[in-house]
């Protein structure tokens, strides 16, 4: 495990400054309280090509597929990112399911990679955290 920075906290700080960003912080409260989709028809139906709901499923996933790439690529500490976000794990809860169906759809199995590669991680330091954190908050996310 490497040595948090002031480079890793500083960056964690950009980014929490870019959730602030009105459009994006619109993007994430619908996301929060309506995308439950779990098949590619509900996605469809909720998320229609062209659609506001369609933009902001793209703003939300491609934010937090770029914190993630962050994360993977070793620009920005995992241990002191784990440590406050865990708004990422939410939104990987809320689009697993779909995420193969979306890979195979567009024959792009890199989609949203990066997220599911910083997730499960995330997964595995809260359970080392607590063996009953994750159950709980998955259960209470996906609903």
Same mark, same amino acid.
């Given at each position: *495990?490497?040595?948090?920075?002031?480079?890793?906290?500083?960056?964690?700080?950009?980014? %929490?400054? $870019?959730?602030? +960003? !009105?459009?994006?912080? +619109?993007?994430?409260?619908? @996301?929060?309280?309506? /995308?439950?989709?779990?098949?590619? +028809?509900? @996605?469809?139906?909720?998320?229609?090509?062209?659609?506001? +709901?369609?933009?902001?499923?793209? *703003?939300?996933?491609?934010?937090?597929?770029?914190?993630?790439? /962050?994360?993977?690529?070793?620009?920005? =500490? &995992?241990?002191? %990112? /784990? &440590? =406050?976000?865990?708004?990422?794990? @939410?939104?990987?809860?809320?689009? #697993?399911?779909?995420?193969?169906? &979306?890979?195979? $759809?567009?024959?792009? !199995?890199?989609?949203? #990679?990066? *997220?599911?590669?910083?997730?499960?991680?995330?997964?595995?330091? $809260?359970?080392? &955290?607590?063996?009953?954190? %994750? !159950?709980?908050?998955?259960?209470?996310?996906?609903?």
């Amino acid at each position: *495990m490497c040595t948090a920075t002031y480079d890793d906290a500083n960056l964690i700080l950009r980014l %929490y400054d $870019m959730r602030r +960003e !009105p459009r994006l912080r +619109e993007a994430r409260a619908w @996301f929060g309280a309506n /995308f439950k989709a779990k098949t590619r +028809e509900e @996605f469809i139906k909720l998320c229609p090509i062209g659609s506001e +709901e369609n933009a902001s499923y793209r *703003m939300v996933t491609s934010y937090w597929e770029m914190v993630a790439s /962050f994360v993977t690529a070793g620009v920005l =500490s &995992q241990e002191l %990112y /784990f &440590q =406050s976000g865990r708004e990422i794990v @939410f939104i990987w809860e809320r689009v #697993r399911d779909l995420v193969p169906a &979306q890979r195979e $759809m567009n024959k792009d !199995p890199t989609l949203l #990679r990066n *997220m599911e590669t910083v997730c499960k991680a995330y997964i595995e330091w $809260m359970n080392k &955290q607590s063996p009953d954190m %994750y !159950p709980t908050f998955s259960a209470r996310v996906r609903g």
